[in-house]
């Protein structure tokens, strides 16, 4: 059973930063390419970013860019999502998501399974 | 960005009706629609991709439908557990991969 655990969520004052983690089990990770979504309160689902299997295929949303960076560990099956510079506007829940496509090189794709999310607040 | 707008944003029905939700892109995004349902404290699951197949396990009263732009997710017979929120994603060549605003599904 494929099961994503996602960590690192937490209250941080704007400005400051965060590290998200994902921990994947039940499929072999190397396949797959890996996202991050966040539901915003309000607003409902937001795309993040996202990375192909081999981290050849970067992307991120525009309100991220230049402050978020996504990244995997194949030895840790880990997916990671640095957050910096982080505004009231990045509160949110964020999910892990895996692509529903096994071996692609793309990014475009749909998310077969979540994790339950990690919650990251921004306020002072 | 394609803007994906779902109709209705509310929907109250009983168990046992038949429901229609509704997805429209403002660009032909053709066949990269997939549909999820979130349940209250829940994570989102796939229900169906590439417009009309269906997710792993998920029940075939749930069927999908549509072309181009419009896009529609039908629940025959309803069930308890599917009262929550519907969302739209598509995932065509068109980046960012965008959602639609979700629409809940509420015991009339």
Request: with cysteine; hydrophobic share 35%.
């Amino acid at each position: 059973e494929v099961q994503l655990m996602e960590s690192g969520g937490d209250l941080v004052h704007p400005g400051g930063s965060l590290r998200l983690s994902c921990t994947a089990v039940g499929f072999t990770f190397d396949d797959y390419g890996m996202h991050w979504v966040r539901l915003v309160p309000g607003k409902g689902l937001e795309w993040v970013a996202g990375l192909t299997r081999d981290s050849r295929s970067i992307d991120y949303a525009d309100f991220v860019k230049g402050r978020f960076t996504i990244s995997r560990d194949s030895a840790k099956n880990s997916l990671y999502l640095q957050m910096n510079n982080l505004t009231p506007d990045d509160t949110a829940l964020y999910y892990c998501a895996k692509a529903g496509t096994e071996y692609a090189n793309f990014l475009m794709d749909f998310f077969d399974s979540w994790g339950q999310g990690t919650p990251v607040t921004v306020s002072s | 960005d394609i803007q994906l707008t779902q109709s209705p944003s509310t929907l109250s029905a009983s168990v046992g009706d038949r429901v229609t939700i509704t997805c429209r892109a403002n660009q032909d995004i053709s066949p990269w629609l997939a549909w999820y349902q979130q349940s209250p404290g829940r994570a989102p699951k796939l229900l169906i991709y590439k417009t009309s197949t269906l997710g792993i396990a998920v029940p075939s009263r749930f069927s999908g439908s549509g072309s181009g732009t419009e896009f529609t997710l039908t629940i025959n017979s309803l069930q308890p557990d599917d009262f929550a929120i519907y969302y739209c994603q598509q995932y065509s060549n068109y980046r960012p991969w965008t959602f639609g605003q979700g629409t809940k599904v509420e015991i009339k």
